[in-house]
């Protein structure tokens, strides 16, 4: 499916626009932290999320970052984590 493992993170000024981006961010990845999420995402589904939050964003105010780690199912990101254990996001299947 070519999907890629991607990093987000973002900075929102506003507590309300940061709420209405942590609710958009539930429905495409994984929270990890405060203003930090993990999405396995094709290009579509990518494409779907800049357009979403570039909407959304006041652009003289707010940052958002999107790090591509690289494909999903091939990627081994090396990460030290302190605390909570971090797991990459595994493909799941969708039962609609």
């Known amino acids: 499916m070519d999907e890629h493992l991607y990093i987000v993170t973002y900075d929102i000024r506003d507590p309300k626009r940061w709420r209405r981006i942590f609710r958009i961010m539930n429905g495409y990845g994984e929270w990890l932290q405060l203003s930090v999420f993990q999405c396995r995402m094709n290009r ?11 909407g959304l964003i006041h652009h003289a105010d707010d940052h958002v970052v999107l790090m591509d780690v690289g494909p999903a199912d091939k ?22």
């Open 44 to 54: 579509r589904r990518h494409a779907e999320l800049i357009a979403l939050l570039d």
């Open 75 to 96: 990627v081994a990101p090396h990460i030290t984590s302190l605390g909570r254990n971090f797991t990459p996001i595994e493909r799941a299947s969708v039962i609609v």
